[in-house]
């Protein structure tokens, strides 16, 4: 597959089409499972890992439910590549640069699905769906998993569950994140106050690119710590009633932030614009908490001639291996900082006129 | 010290040796993240090592903590050679019999994390498939003959 195919698509997780795109970006599922008669990560040779591939790619070449999934190996792409796939979440970190030895990802050219081979389990299936789309994620990766599982030999216990090489994913193996734009929780100083009950009920959150209160962007990760002892929809129903009480609250900050202050508001919507239109240089970190305000002044009818998928593609394009990728070249770090701000300079001119 | 890209303060210092030569990087937090230099950090999450740090370390009575305790006796896993000093130090595990062989270590942890030491969902189609023929055959015992056709008709739909 050729990467640079990818770059004009916004990928699935960037689309902003789906349900209560308004506040929820994406979901994500994904599955940790690992071969009965090979050892994990921390045992494997270079021979078991390169037989996981094998089995692997026989599986995904023969199921019906991946066929569409195409296999990359990542030892032989380019760094710059991978980063690439780094931000279009397709692949962890871990498996572009923190492991070695034999490893690659799978995918459909939509970017919905993905299974990563020797990662810190032998397969980590991943679904991705735009908005809050929990049942659909998972009627998707349950699919994907039968059709793999009907040619591999996971290993499962019966008291267990599916192994994992870490026992905080035994069990179902599964992680659920939903990922939450938040800006008027931010704004009105009430989002430590979700962490809080967040932590108490045993869910996970995290930033996109960091720790901390507040995530570059306002975008955080909501996910299940619990894999073991409950069912796969006991664990999403769990999620789904914490995120529609989340959506409430923020939407409610964001009436509230129209109702007490929109001058104020708009005017740090317009600053926004105005920094992205007119920078020289600008950092990944500074263009996503200025594209936060943009995105919200967009839902809260600050601001027309600028739709939501404009945003998040400015957003995906302006990170750094997307960048290069568009220059065609690689780029020091004074370079993209320029480079960006030139983008988003074109972009937004195209875009036009603002309130 | 000021960062080898920009003017701010570094806060980040990285070493590595290549071919026998030191290379040192100073960058502040914004540059550092620009080249993901800084790993993604999750949010609270179960710090592992400490966990089992906590488990697996016998408490002597009347102990401060800051005394060196003795490693408890390992058992090495069977197929793949893991010790409990060593899932400890890594907080990974060697292979799947690892579940059986450190059982008696894992147990513990997995009510600490989980709060559950039993798996209550999704099963292989193999292991649906031999529950219900269990299934099956207690419901043709019990004469429950309606029960026992609609688990047949699953049976076959998933051996086919």
Redesign the interface.
């Known amino acids: 597959m050729n990467l640079d195919s990818l770059l004009p698509n916004l990928g699935e997780w960037l689309r902003g089409t789906g349900p209560e795109s308004d506040v929820v970006v994406s979901t994500r599922i994904r599955l940790a499972r690992?071969l009965?008669d090979?050892?994990?990560?921390?045992?494997a040779t270079s021979a078991h890992k390169t037989e996981v591939i094998g089995r692997a790619k026989d599986a995904l070449a023969k199921s019906d439910a991946a066929l569409k999934l195409e296999y990359i190996d990542i030892p032989s792409m380019a760094a710059l590549d991978r980063?690439f796939l780094?931000e279009r979440q397709l692949i962890s970190?871990e498996l572009a640069?923190?492991l070695d030895g034999p490893r690659g990802v799978a995918f459909d050219p939509t970017e919905t699905a993905s299974v990563m081979v020797n990662e810190?389990d032998h397969l980590r299936l991943q679904v991705l769906r735009s908005g809050f789309a929990l049942d659909e994620a998972w009627q998707d990766i349950?699919r994907l998993?039968?059709a793999l599982?009907?040619r591999l030999s996971?290993?499962?216990?019966?008291?267990?569950?599916?192994?994992t090489?870490?026992?905080?994913n035994?069990?179902?193996g599964?992680r659920a994140s939903v990922m939450l734009h938040l800006p008027a929780l931010g704004l009105t100083k009430q989002i430590d106050k979700v962490?809080r009950a967040l932590?108490k009920i045993n869910l996970?959150?995290?930033?996109l690119?960091?720790?901390g209160s507040r995530a570059f962007g306002d975008l955080y990760q909501i996910s299940n710590?619990?894999?073991?002892?409950?069912?796969?929809a006991?664990i999403l129903g769990e999620i789904r009633e914490v995120i529609v009480t989340i959506l409430q609250y923020e939407r409610q900050a964001r009436g509230a932030i129209v109702k007490e202050r929109r001058q104020a508001e708009h005017d740090r919507v317009a600053r926004a614009i105005g920094t992205l239109g007119s920078a020289t240089m600008i950092?990944?970190?500074e263009t996503m908490e200025l594209l936060s305000a943009v995105r919200l002044g967009i839902h809260l009818n600050l601001l027309d001639g600028i739709p939501v998928t404009a945003v998040n593609q400015l957003f995906i394009h302006t990170q750094?291996a997307h960048l290069q990728k568009l220059a065609g070249h690689n780029l020091?770090?004074?370079e993209?900082?320029s480079a960006r701000a030139k983008y988003l300079k074109t972009k937004l001119r195209e875009l036009g006129s603002h309130k | 010290m000021k960062c080898q890209?920009?003017d701010n303060p570094a806060t980040v210092h990285l070493t590595d040796i290549v071919n026998k030569k030191k290379r040192e990087l100073h960058l502040c937090e914004?540059?550092a993240?620009?080249?993901?230099l800084?790993?993604?950090?999750?949010?609270?999450?179960?710090d592992?090592k400490a966990l089992l740090s906590l488990l697996t370390t016998p408490h002597a009575p009347g102990s401060t903590g800051a005394e060196p305790r003795p490693e408890p006796v390992a058992t090495a896993c069977e197929?793949?050679?893991?010790t409990v000093a060593e899932f400890k130090a890594?907080?990974?595990?060697?292979?799947?019999h690892d579940?059986?062989s450190l059982r008696s270590t894992?147990e513990p942890?997995?009510e600490r994390?989980?709060?559950?030491?039993?798996?209550?969902?999704?099963?292989?189609?193999a292991?649906r498939v031999r529950d219900w023929k269990k299934q099956m055959q207690v419901a043709v015992a019990a004469e429950d003959y309606e029960e026992a056709a609609r688990l047949r008709d699953l049976i076959r739909r998933h051996e086919a």
């Open positions: 690992n009965a090979l050892p994990f990560a921390t045992r980063q780094v970190r640069g923190g810190e349950d998993d039968d599982e009907h996971y290993a499962f216990h019966t008291q267990f569950g599916y192994l090489a870490c026992p905080t035994v069990g179902t599964m962490f932590q996970a959150v995290r930033g690119h960091g720790e710590h619990v894999t073991l002892g409950k069912s796969e006991k950092t990944a970190e750094s020091d770090g004074e993209r900082n | 890209t920009c914004t540059c993240r620009e080249r993901n800084i790993p993604e950090q999750p949010g609270p999450q179960i592992l197929i793949c050679g893991m890594a907080g990974r595990l060697g292979c799947p579940y059986e894992l942890l997995l994390i989980h709060r559950s030491m039993a798996h209550a969902g999704k099963a292989p189609r292991v």
